[in-house]
């Protein structure tokens, strides 16, 4: 079968496939199984094979690549408004088949198998860190209902309830026992992947270079290096900027421009790192000001915004700066030069 692109609308076990010819027609469709697709994989010609970004597709464009075709992933909320009539695999497909013939859709690059490791990494700990969160909110809710209050902030939280839960009958000081000591071996699980992810950021030199920027540590640099495969794929810092979600969101007609707040757009994970990381650094930069410690340009710049307009405003305008200096670090691969 002569067809210049193949669109795939993945699934755990059923693949629909659109044949397309160079004018972008549909000629064939085909319903296959996981079995039928990876023969298909090794016996079509070399092809374009589209996919969404979605579970599993690095792992099919790898296949696809490793059979000399040429995999193109593009992002599952561009593809959506491709999709003609009632929403079907079949219709899914199609829309994958249009949508890779718009030139302004920027497929998303094919991750090697130690960056999807490395963001799995990333990923998991996010995991444990936000059941974490629930069960210590789950404890402090009911020991409120008990009359205990406890201090706020997660640190060293572990040891205080274990003393509170004291205080509770016993039918039910019994079961949060229980839930105490899940909240303590989430703490080792989440240490232990923090010094996993450390090692690995210092063995890499990609994220040994992201953390020489003030506010960038090992878990944002992997979870930044884990999550984009291809820097070289944004054309410009401003481009890698409102990815992460930090420009103004823009609401124009006319002569009339209007730019409201932070887009919130992309990555959340990767943006609240960024965000997180300025406000440490705008903290060390205005200790350095209080202190009569001369100030690097960042750091003069970002008080001077701090004192204008806010800790909090000036925060997230410092982690949009520092995403566009992350680009140019990156992309040129050079460590950060404070002086310029």
Not at 3 to 21: E, G, H, I, P, R
Not at 54 to 80: N, T
Not at 288 to 295: F, P, Q
């Amino acid at each position: 079968m002569e067809s210049t692109t193949v669109a795939v609308d993945l699934a755990k076990s059923v693949y629909q496939l659109s044949f397309a010819n160079r004018a972008g027609r549909v000629q064939v469709r085909k319903r296959l199984s996981r079995p039928q697709f990876e023969k298909l994989l090794a016996s079509e010609p070399p092809t374009r094979i589209v996919m969404e970004a979605c579970a599993s597709a690095h792992h099919w464009a790898r296949r696809a690549q490793a059979a000399g075709h040429e995999p193109v992933l593009l992002p599952p909320h561009h593809v959506s408004p491709y999709v003609r009539g009632n929403k079907t695999d079949s219709a899914d497909a199609d829309a994958l088949v249009r949508a890779a013939a718009d030139p302004s859709l920027h497929p998303v690059a094919v991750k090697s198998e130690d960056l999807q490791a490395l963001q799995g990494l990333v990923r998991i700990r996010q995991q444990y860190q936000d059941t974490r969160r629930a069960r210590i909110n789950l404890v402090r809710g009911l020991l409120t209902e008990f009359g205990v209050v406890l201090p706020r902030g997660a640190a060293g939280i572990v040891p205080r309830l274990r003393q509170a839960l004291g205080s509770l009958p016993r039918r039910l000081s019994a079961t949060l026992h229980e839930v105490v000591e899940e909240i303590a071996a989430l703490e080792d699980r989440i240490a232990s992947l923090d010094r996993e992810l450390a090692e690995l950021a210092r063995e890499r030199d990609d994220t040994a270079r992201l953390m020489t920027l003030p506010g960038i540590g090992p878990l944002t640099a992997t979870a930044f290096v884990g999550a984009v495969p291809d820097i070289h794929g944004f054309r410009s810092a401003r481009q890698f900027s409102s990815w992460l979600g930090l420009t103004p969101r823009e609401r124009s007609s006319g002569n009339t421009r209007r730019l409201g707040a932070i887009s919130k757009r992309g990555n959340v994970h990767l943006r609240t790192l960024l965000i997180h990381g300025a406000r440490a650094a705008l903290l060390a930069a205005r200790r350095r000001a209080r202190s009569g410690k001369a100030l690097t340009r960042l750091q003069h710049w970002a008080v001077h915004l701090q004192d204008r307009i806010g800790h909090n405003k000036a925060a997230v305008a410092l982690a949009n700066r520092m995403g566009r200096i992350i680009w140019a670090m990156w992309t040129r691969e050079l460590d950060y030069d404070s002086a310029r």
